[in-house]
């Protein structure tokens, strides 16, 4: 990411020809993504899923329980929202934002190498405990002691 160590057969793209099921507005086509989308997802949503399923079913009544996978839901949705109503917007803008990509990847490269260091020294509690200080703000204790 830093670019200092470059390997030419890491740093190759080969892009395959989507088989014609894959056009824009095909139902199946469509299907067939979303379920395979899906199938990935399932170790990230599952547990939180499974987690707010056993809160809502032992909840008091059922429009608590309502209500947790409602917010669920949305907090899922709205991102995709998001982001596929910005998609036509967002590409007006990729030309004037690729010219700061090379630092961002930079940037994230000494990141991870701090990261890789503070773990690899059994340090990560003084990158924890600056974030904690960082995040301040969002008074993270409090939200931890509602949880």
Same mark, same amino acid.
Request: aromatic residues 12%; glycine residues 10%; positive net charge.
């Given at each position: 990411?830093?670019?200092?160590?470059?390997?030419?057969?890491?740093?190759? %793209?080969?892009?395959?020809?989507?088989? *014609?099921?894959?056009?824009?507005?095909?139902?199946?086509? &469509?299907?067939?993504?979303?379920? !395979?989308?899906?199938?990935?997802?399932?170790?990230?949503?599952?547990?939180? =899923?499974? *987690?707010?399923?056993?809160?809502?079913?032992?909840?008091? @009544?059922?429009? $608590?329980?309502?209500?947790?996978?409602?917010?669920? *839901?949305?907090?899922?949705?709205?991102?995709?929202? =998001?982001? !596929?109503?910005?998609?036509?917007? !967002? $590409? +007006?803008?990729?030309?004037?934002?690729?010219?700061?990509?090379?630092?961002? &990847?930079?940037?994230?490269?000494?990141?991870?190498?701090?990261?890789?260091?503070?773990? =690899? @020294? %059994?340090?990560?509690?003084?990158?924890?405990?600056? &974030?904690? +200080?960082?995040? %301040?703000?969002?008074?993270?204790? +409090?939200?931890?002691?509602? =949880?």
């Amino acid at each position: 990411m830093i670019g200092i160590l470059k390997i030419p057969l890491l740093n190759q %793209e080969q892009r395959l020809k989507a088989p *014609s099921i894959f056009k824009r507005g095909n139902l199946a086509g &469509s299907f067939l993504f979303g379920s !395979a989308f899906s199938l990935g997802w399932t170790p990230c949503v599952g547990p939180i =899923l499974g *987690s707010i399923l056993l809160l809502a079913s032992t909840g008091a @009544t059922a429009l $608590e329980g309502a209500l947790l996978l409602a917010t669920f *839901s949305l907090g899922l949705a709205i991102p995709f929202l =998001l982001i !596929a109503f910005s998609v036509g917007r !967002a $590409e +007006r803008y990729l030309g004037r934002i690729s010219k700061y990509l090379n630092l961002v &990847s930079v940037i994230g490269g000494v990141f991870l190498i701090i990261l890789g260091v503070l773990v =690899l @020294t %059994e340090n990560m509690l003084i990158f924890l405990s600056w &974030s904690y +200080r960082a995040l %301040e703000f969002i008074q993270y204790d +409090r939200l931890v002691d509602y =949880l």
